[in-house]
C-alpha cells in the first residue's frame, strides 16, 4: 500500500536558517504529492502540492520538488521565521483501484520549532 | 461559517459509553472525510463519502464504528461501546470533489475515554 516516511521531530532552528525537512514515499501508481502544516491551536492546511514528476509546489517561501527517481519530495525554506513554528506533514494522494477518488495518506510529521 | 465546523470541540467520557462526533463540511463541497489522529502520529485514514454515500469505509478499525451522511452534507461519526484506546483527535475534512487530494480540515474533535 502507500505510505510516507518523513524525518523525526522536533526540529529547533534559529530564525533566518535554512530548513529542510525530507520526505519519502511508496506508491503503486502516479501520486499526487503534498505539504500540510497544522499551526498552533488550528487545523491542517494546505501548504503546498505537485502533481507530477519534477513540478516544484511553492507557497509563503516554502518549496518542494517532485522526485520520481528518489521518490522524494523535500520541504526547503532558505529563511525561516518564527511564525513558521508548526508541525508539517507530508502526505501523498493516489486514485483507487476504479480510477475514482484520490485517498490521501499522511505522514507522521515533523514539529518545527524556530527561535529569535 | 466558512471553513469545517466539528462539535463538541472536547468530550471525556467513560469506557462503554457511545459517543457521536459531528462534522459540518463546507458548503458545496461534496466529499468529506474522517481522520483519527494520535499523540504524535499523523492522520490516520478512516472514512471517506461521495455524496450521501460511503465510497471507502476501509479505514474503520472494527464494527463499534458507524458514519452516516444523510443528506450529503453533515456527518456524524458513531462510535460504541467506547474503549480507553479509541482516545484520539477525530479530524473531518471536506473538498469540492475526491479527485484532488485538496482537504479542508477543521480543529477536529478531541476524544478521551476514561
Known amino acids: 500500500g502507500n505510505s510516507v516516511t518523513q524525518m523525526e521531530g522536533p526540529v529547533t532552528l534559529s530564525e533566518e536558517a535554512f530548513l529542510t525537512i525530507n520526505c519519502t514515499y511508496t506508491a503503486t501508481g502516479y501520486p499526487s504529492l503534498f505539504w500540510y502544516v497544522q499551526y498552533p491551536g488550528e487545523g491542517l492546511q494546505l501548504l503546498l502540492k505537485a502533481t507530477k514528476a519534477d513540478d516544484k509546489g511553492s507557497n509563503k517561501g516554502f518549496e518542494a520538488t517532485y522526485r520520481k527517481e528518489t521518490t522524494s519530495f523535500h520541504l526547503e525554506k532558505g529563511s525561516v521565521q518564527v511564525s513558521d513554528s508548526a508541525v508539517y506533514f507530508c502526505?501523498?494522494?493516489?486514485?483507487?483501484?476504479?480510477?475514482?477518488?484520490?485517498?490521501?495518506?499522511f505522514g507522521t510529521g515533523t514539529k518545527l520549532q524556530v527561535i529569535p | 461559517g466558512a471553513g469545517v465546523s466539528q462539535t463538541p470541540s472536547n468530550k471525556v467520557t467513560e469506557k462503554g459509553k457511545y459517543v457521536e462526533l459531528r462534522c459540518d463540511p463546507i458548503?458545496?463541497?461534496?466529499?468529506l472525510y474522517w481522520y483519527r489522529q494520535s499523540l504524535g502520529q499523523g492522520p490516520e485514514f478512516l472514512i471517506y463519502f461521495q455524496g450521501t454515500g460511503a465510497a471507502d469505509d476501509s479505514g474503520l478499525p472494527n464494527d463499534r464504528f458507524f458514519a452516516v451522511r444523510p443528506e450529503g452534507s453533515v456527518s456524524t461519526l458513531k462510535i460504541q461501546r467506547t474503549e480507553r484506546g479509541d482516545s484520539a483527535v477525530y479530524l473531518c475534512?471536506?473538498?469540492?470533489?475526491?479527485?484532488?487530494?485538496?482537504?479542508?480540515f477543521g480543529e477536529g474533535s478531541r476524544l478521551t475515554v476514561l
Open positions: 502526505a501523498l494522494s493516489d486514485q483507487d483501484s476504479t480510477g475514482g477518488y484520490q485517498k490521501v495518506t
Open positions: 475534512a471536506s473538498s469540492l470533489a475526491g479527485y484532488t487530494g485538496e482537504l479542508f
Open positions: 458548503s458545496g463541497h461534496t466529499a
